[in-house]
């Protein structure tokens, strides 16, 4: 069954209800695997790649909700692309909170030597800091202040985020790179596929609607 081209408010909320909830899904996985003694033999490690893959996963959803939206003529999605967006970094937090907590212990010196040592923990605390803005300037009142040409600019880091996410799993695996390459493949597609659409947008234009608070101007 195709869904609809609109959604009324009703089957809106109903909807952005069944995708939050299962958004929840790997922090209630993790959260019960510790209370049961399940997170396996190194539980540090496991916690570390289980928020940072989801981190990825959540970019990915975001990234491709533009494409999917002007493919298919179902611009309901673009009100769910905030959510996803504040997901990643939720689960970005998770990820460098652990890193600080259980493997660095909140020991400043050696956290800042790490960064600058480590290529792969530079890149993603590269991306960990791009992620802040973009989250920060997600809320109603700020996407209200800010002008949409300003708000477009800024939130266009998230390809670079994406890419530096991408190099950051990349560099930490030492062997098997099946995940990364399937993740640098995925992100691959979706930036090719919004560089396709925006070079087709400039060739013939769309019309398009005034941002409002609720569904802010999209990066192009």
Not at 30 to 48: K, M
Not at 140 to 166: D, E, P
Not at 194 to 211: C, D, E, G, I, V
Request: hydrophobic share 50%.
């Amino acid at each position: 069954m195709l869904l609809p081209a609109r959604l009324s408010p009703r089957q809106s909320t109903l909807l952005k209800v069944v995708l939050f909830v299962p958004s929840l899904g790997p922090l209630a996985r993790l959260v019960i695997a510790g209370f049961t003694d399940n997170l396996g033999a190194n539980p540090v490690e496991l916690l570390t790649r289980s928020t940072g893959t989801w981190t990825l996963v959540f970019l990915c959803i975001t990234l491709g909700i533009t494409p999917v939206r002007k493919v298919t003529g179902w611009n309901w999605l673009s009100q769910y692309r905030r959510m996803f967006g504040l997901f990643a970094f939720f689960y970005v937090c998770l990820h460098f909170t652990t890193y600080i907590w259980f493997d660095q212990y909140f020991d400043l010196d050696a956290i800042v030597k790490d960064v600058i040592k480590r290529p792969f923990i530079t890149v993603g605390f590269a991306a960990f800091v791009l992620l802040i803005p973009l989250a920060v300037t997600s809320n109603h009142w700020l996407t209200r202040k800010m002008s949409a040409k300003n708000w477009q600019n800024l939130h266009r880091l998230v390809y670079v985020i994406c890419v530096l996410g991408v190099v950051h799993y990349w560099w930490l695996v030492k062997r098997d790179l099946t995940q990364p390459i399937i993740y640098a493949c995925v992100v691959g597609v979706l930036l090719s596929a919004r560089m396709l659409l925006k070079n087709k947008q400039a060739s013939r234009p769309w019309p398009r609607a005034a941002p409002t608070a609720r569904t802010p101007a999209e990066p192009a």
